[in-house]
């Protein structure tokens, strides 16, 4: 089986509180776009779980740590749907990353999203949509949004989720934009620890993105991104801010942090102009960052269609 796991970004991320267990209560907008890890999976007899990554497509990322490949978040996912299952069957997999490491993109928890629902399909263990998230939301707080597929609304740890416009809304949001990851990844724990509340409520932020998303308005939602974390993410690492601010010089319909970064995403009104600012950005900014056009996508691993596909 052969399946892409999209990256994501966040449109619009608040911070609502802390809870007790430590975690912050988050309310987040979540879009997959095209930029996508491929991952194959193999059925094996026996219970052994085989994780081999390619990372020569990839930018080599200063300041992560990259998880053992027992360790990473594909092979707990893996084990963890033996464990709940009971299944005897093992696994091969093979992740050709195309989503840079400890960026904001999610290429971890969207790995393992599609390992979870390769794998539920290929050892026939039947579990729900509904199961599966809840599996999920114990390996990582985006992996339940990335499960569910297209733009979504993600709240508490992320594990409370709902799709963020009707069925039929969701082809009109197929927006095209810009990624640009600076080299260097970002801890989101530390991050959290920095954080203070800004200024602006993102309340009204939060209804005109949805309008944004349900008329296929990009430049509404160019105006109506939100981060509340960018200011803390800017006091640590000011170089983000510059990307960020010269994006918008550029003509970006609106640019900001995904998550708690390291990467940057700008909305663009169609192709063209995306890769004009991709040009733009590389003569003003006097670093070697990595950059990819994308499209924000309107399903995800749960969904099959070219070029993105699931073979069985």
């Given at each position: 089986?052969?399946?892409?796991a999209?990256?994501?970004i966040?449109l619009?991320?608040?911070?609502l509180g802390?809870?007790d267990d430590?975690y912050?209560?988050?309310?987040t907008?979540?879009v997959?776009?095209?930029?996508?890890?491929?991952?194959?999976?193999?059925?094996r007899?026996?219970?052994?779980?085989?994780?081999?990554?390619q990372?020569d497509e990839?930018?080599?990322?200063?300041?992560v740590e990259m998880?053992?490949?027992e360790d990473?978040?594909?092979?707990?996912?893996?084990?963890?749907l033996?464990?709940?299952?009971?299944?005897?069957?093992?696994?091969?997999?093979?992740?050709?990353?195309r989503?840079?490491?400890?960026g904001g993109?999610?290429?971890?928890?969207s790995?393992?999203?599609?390992v979870?629902?390769?794998?539920n399909?290929?050892?026939?263990?039947?579990?729900?949509?509904?199961?599966?998230?809840?599996?999920?939301?114990?390996?990582?707080?985006d992996?339940?949004?990335l499960?569910?597929?297209g733009a979504?609304?993600?709240e508490?740890r992320?594990?409370?989720?709902?799709p963020?416009?009707?069925?039929?809304?969701a082809?009109?949001?197929?927006?095209w934009?810009?990624?640009?990851?600076?080299?260097?990844?970002?801890s989101?724990a530390d991050?959290?620890?920095?954080?203070?509340?800004?200024?602006?409520n993102?309340?009204?932020?939060?209804?005109t993105?949805?309008?944004?998303?349900?008329?296929?308005?990009?430049?509404?939602?160019g105006?109506?991104l939100?981060?509340g974390?960018?200011?803390?993410?800017?006091a640590?690492?000011?170089?983000?801010r510059?990307?960020?601010?010269?994006?918008?010089?550029e003509?970006?319909?609106g640019?900001?942090?995904?998550?708690?970064?390291s990467?940057?995403?700008?909305?663009?009104a169609?192709?063209?102009?995306?890769?004009?600012?991709?040009?733009?950005?590389?003569?003003?900014?006097?670093?070697?960052?990595?950059?990819?056009?994308?499209?924000?996508?309107?399903?995800g691993?749960?969904?099959?269609?070219?070029?993105?596909?699931?073979?069985?």
């Open positions: 089986m052969r399946l892409a999209p990256a994501k966040n619009f991320l608040e911070i802390k809870r430590g912050h209560d988050l309310r907008v979540l997959p776009l095209s930029l996508a890890d491929e991952i194959t999976i193999e059925r007899e026996g219970e052994g779980i085989e994780t081999v990554m990372m990839i930018p080599a990322v200063v300041g998880a053992g490949t990473n978040l594909a092979t707990r996912a893996a084990r963890l033996q464990e709940e299952t009971g299944c005897r069957a093992g696994a091969r997999i093979l992740i050709r990353k989503i840079p490491v400890g993109l999610g290429g971890g928890s790995d393992a999203a599609a979870l629902c390769g794998l399909r290929l050892w026939e263990t039947g579990l729900s949509r509904d199961r599966l998230l809840e599996l999920g939301a114990r390996l990582g707080s992996v339940p949004a499960l569910y597929g979504v609304v993600a508490g992320g594990e409370r989720v709902r963020a416009v009707r069925p039929e809304e082809a009109r949001s197929r927006w934009g810009l990624v640009v990851h600076p080299g260097f990844g970002i989101t991050i959290y620890r920095r954080y203070r509340p800004p200024l602006t993102g309340s009204a932020f939060y209804h993105l949805l309008i944004a998303l349900a008329t296929g308005d990009v430049h509404r939602a105006r109506s939100f981060n974390l960018e200011e803390t993410v800017f640590k690492y000011p170089f983000l510059l990307v960020v601010e010269g994006l918008r010089d003509g970006a319909l640019a900001m942090v995904s998550g708690s970064g990467s940057v995403f700008a909305l663009a169609d192709e063209a102009h995306a890769r004009r600012l991709q040009q733009r950005l590389a003569e003003r900014v006097e670093a070697d960052c990595w950059s990819r056009l994308v499209q924000t996508m309107p399903d691993v749960m969904a099959a269609h070219d070029p993105l596909e699931v073979r069985v």
